[in-house]
Nanobody, 116 residues
């Protein structure tokens, strides 16, 4: 069974940094897009950043210049380096993995809390 597993969340002060990781286990055909989404209380889940197998990236406007997504294809792992964190970045962050067949898999989420 394919299962992305996130790690690296936690509590940090505003202006601080965190690095999230998501490792995908199980049998999966070629991974295409890997991404990070987040959901704050009372809000819809939104895209934070995503990266294709070729390295093309897309970021939400709210995180451009502060967050960096990267991936290790050999390890089926995606990372999110988050710098200059703001209280409004507080949310549950979810890893999303899409394979070449179009199947998508979600992690269980990791909490990121930024205190002011």
């Amino acid at each position: 069974q394919v299962q992305p597993v996130e790690s690296g969340g936690g509590l940090v002060q505003a202006g601080g940094s965190l690095r999230l990781s998501c490792a995908t286990s199980g049998s999966i055909s070629s991974i295409n897009v890997m991404g990070w989404y987040r959901q704050a209380p009372g809000k819809k889940r939104e895209l934070v950043a995503r990266i294709t197998s070729g390295g093309s990236t897309k970021y939400a406007d709210s995180v451009k210049g502060r967050f960096t997504i990267s991936r290790d294809n050999a390890k089926n792992t995606v990372y999110l380096q988050m710098n200059s964190l703001k209280p409004e970045d507080t949310a549950v962050y979810y890893c999303n993995v899409a394979d070449s067949m179009g199947w998508e898999y979600w992690g269980q989420g990791t909490q990121v809390t930024v205190s002011s």
